[in-house]
C-alpha cells in the first residue's frame, strides 16, 4: 500500500503512531519489517488500529457525503414553502389537506380572472375604481382600479344582509327598535328604514328595510339581535371577508357611516355581491323595488319601502340590458357607489357591476348604464 498522498510520505508518522499506542499498552509492539501484526484473543484490553486510506477511497467518500446532503436538502425545497401546483384558471382552491400541524387551505368560492381581452374602463365614466364581471364565465370584461381600496359607504350593507341572513334562525322572531339606536343615526344623519322606539320588527321587515332604504336602524337591529351588540356582529362581517379570500376589505361598522378602517375594492364588492345574490332570500330581496312592512301600533299601515337603486334609475334603464338589482351607497369620504347586477336582454348573459366613489348621484347612475349598454353583451 503506498503511504504517500498529496506528494508526501506518510509512512514514518504511520510507524511512529504505532510505537505510541504499542507503548501506552494498546497493543503489542509489531514485529519488525511487520505494520499489521495479528491480535490476541486473550487481551481484554482496548484495541486500537491506524486505518490509513487510500486517497481515491477518501475523494470518493468525500463526493458521496455531498451528493446524500445535497439530496436532503432539496427534498424540502420542493416540497415545503408557499409554491403550489397550477391552480383553476377561475381561482378556486380546493380544500386539500396538507401535512401534520398545517392548516388546510380554503376555498374562496368566487374569483374573477383578467385577461388580454379585459377593456380599460371609457374615461367617460367618473368613478375612481369600477369593474364588470361575467358571472357566468368569472372573467373580468372590463376594470379600473379594480384593486385599490376604497369606502364603501352603504354596499357595506350587501355583507350585513349576508351575515344577517346566514345566523337568522326565525324569521318570525323580532327585535324591538330602541332610542339608543335611533337617536345616534338621527345625529349622524344616516339613511333609516324610519323604525320608531318600541316598534317590534320581524327579521324579515329588517332585511328589506336595511337593504332598500339602506336603512342603518334595520342594520343596528340586526346586529343586536344576532350577535348582542354591532362590534360582534362586525366580527362575523370580517370572519366572512376571510372566508371568502377578500384582500382588501375591512369592516368596522354594519351601516357603512365613515371609518377610516372600513374598505373593500370593487373587485371585493363584486364577490360580495355574487355570494349575496346566491342565495334566492337575498336575491329577492336585493331585486325588490317597493315593500310594505309588517302593520305595528307605531305604523298602523306599515313603513312603504322602496328601493334607492330603482328610484334612481327608473325610466333609464339601459335598452339592451335589464338590472336587475343591487344597492347604492353613499357618504362624502366614499363618493357614489352602486354595486347591480343584471342581464342581457338576448342573450341572457348575466353581469355584476360595480362602481366606487363616483362624483355625484347622476354620473354614478348614468355610468352604470352605460357600462351595461357597452360591456353586458
Known amino acids: 500500500m503506498s503511504e504517500n498522498f498529496n506528494g508526501k510520505d506518510y509512512g514514518e508518522y504511520f510507524r511512529s503512531l504505532e510505537k505510541k499506542l504499542a507503548a501506552s499498552g494498546g497493543r503489542p509492539e509489531p514485529a519488525a519489517g511487520k505494520t499489521n501484526p495479528v491480535r490476541t484473543e486473550k487481551s481484554k484490553s482496548v484495541k486500537y488500529r491506524v486505518i490509513r486510506i487510500r486517497p481515491k477511497a477518501l475523494i470518493f467518500a468525500f463526493l458521496l457525503i455531498f451528493v446524500i446532503a445535497a439530496a436532503v436538502i432539496t427534498v424540502p425545497v420542493i416540497t415545503s414553502g408557499k409554491g403550489k401546483a397550477a391552480q383553476p384558471q377561475n381561482g378556486n382552491v380546493s ?31 367618473d368613478s375612481e375604481a369600477a369593474i364588470v364581471v361575467n358571472t357566468s364565465t368569472h372573467e373580468i370584461v372590463a376594470a379600473r382600479n379594480a ?29 324591538t327598535m330602541t332610542l339608543d339606536i335611533t337617536d345616534p343615526l338621527y345625529v349622524a344623519g344616516a339613511s333609516v328604514a324610519g323604525f320608531l322606539k318600541d316598534e317590534e320588527i320581524s327579521m324579515t321587515d329588517l332585511l328589506y328595510g336595511l337593504i332598500l332604504p339602506s336603512g342603518a336602524d334595520a342594520a ?29 376589505t375591512h369592516f368596522s361598522n354594519v351601516s357603512g357611516l365613515f371609518d377610516s378602517e372600513q374598505y373593500t375594492s370593487a373587485y371585493d364588492m363584486a364577490i360580495i355581491l355574487e355570494t349575496a345574490i346566491q342565495d334566492p332570500l337575498r336575491r329577492k330581496i336585493l331585486s325588490t323595488y317597493q315593500y310594505t312592512t309588517a302593520p305595528t301600533p307605531q305604523h298602523p299601515e306599515g ?20 338590472i336587475q338589482g343591487g344597492k347604492t351607497g353613499f357618504i362624502n369620504e366614499a363618493g357614489y357607489c352602486i354595486a347591480s347586477y343584471g342581464a342581457n336582454n338576448t342573450t341572457g348573459n348575466e353581469y355584476i357591476v360595480v362602481t366606487l366613489k363616483n362624483s355625484s348621484r347622476n354620473p354614478a347612475i348614468f355610468g352604470q348604464i352605460d357600462l351595461y349598454k357597452q360591456f353586458a353583451k
Do not use: C, Q, W
Open 303 to 322: 313603513i312603504a319601502l322602496s328601493s334607492t337603486l330603482f328610484d334612481y334609475m327608473y325610466g333609464t334603464e339601459p335598452e339592451t340590458a335589464t
Open 220 to 248: 343596528m337591529g340586526l346586529a343586536e339581535k344576532i350577535s348582542g351588540s354591532e362590534p360582534a356582529f362586525v366580527r362575523l362581517m370580517n370572519e366572512k371577508a376571510e372566508e371568502l379570500g377578500l384582500e382588501d
Open 95 to 125: 380544500n386539500i389537506k396538507k401535512g401534520s400541524g398545517e392548516p388546510e387551505e380554503k376555498d374562496t368560492g368566487i374569483a374573477y380572472s383578467f385577461s388580454d381581452e379585459t377593456a380599460e374602463i371609457p374615461e367617460s365614466n
Open 147 to 175: 384593486h385599490e381600496r376604497l369606502y364603501p359607504a352603504s354596499t357595506t350593507k350587501i355583507m350585513t344582509l349576508i351575515v344577517a341572513s346566514e345566523n337568522i334562525t326565525d324569521y318570525s322572531d323580532t327585535f
